[in-house]
């Protein structure tokens, strides 16, 4: 199946390429998405509108940086570069992901067995409210065992 894909794919990939300059180009009526950047142009050129606005632009890190000094970049990194593959850096992101996995297992807890998939902002008594509903919950749910053993013994 892939095969006759990929074969019609470059079938129409060939005749389109065969048609260009012939004359019979399919001719479209400019829409207001198109003109929209030519007519910005003409108004403020793109380069310039950069360069005003780019001196106030605050980029993430630092912005990041001037709220938490001390807070440190804890995203998987990029592992390869000109195909080269960094050990180092491959461990350290094998090791967030792992952490990461164990720390969403206990908010699968929570979600799953009571519904609260879905996570939305409800106002912040509200989400107090879910929170010491579900948080209790997920603890009798996670020391079941042990807690069935002291009734049972």
């Known amino acids: 199946m892939k095969k006759q894909t990929l074969a019609m794919a470059m079938a129409l990939a060939m005749a389109m390429a065969a048609d260009q300059g012939t004359g019979f180009e399919t001719k479209r009526k400019r829409t207001r998405r198109d003109e929209f950047p030519g007519t910005m142009n003409r108004i403020v050129p793109r380069a310039g509108l950069c360069?005003?606005?780019?001196?106030h632009y605050a980029s993430p890190k630092a912005l990041l940086h001037s709220k938490a000094p001390t807070a440190r970049d804890f995203t998987n990194q990029r592992t390869r570069r000109n195909g080269v593959v960094d050990?180092?850096?491959?461990?350290?992101?094998?090791?967030?992901?792992e952490i990461r996995a164990r720390v969403e297992h206990v908010f699968a807890v929570i979600k799953r067995p009571w519904d609260f998939t879905k996570v939305r902002y409800r106002g912040l008594a509200k989400n107090a409210n879910r929170a010491f509903v579900a948080l209790p919950l997920a603890n009798v749910d996670l020391c079941r065992t042990r807690l069935m053993e002291q009734v049972r013994p």
């Open 51 to 55: 360069a005003m606005v780019e001196p």
């Open 87 to 97: 050990e180092v850096e491959c461990r350290k992101s094998r090791n967030k992901s």
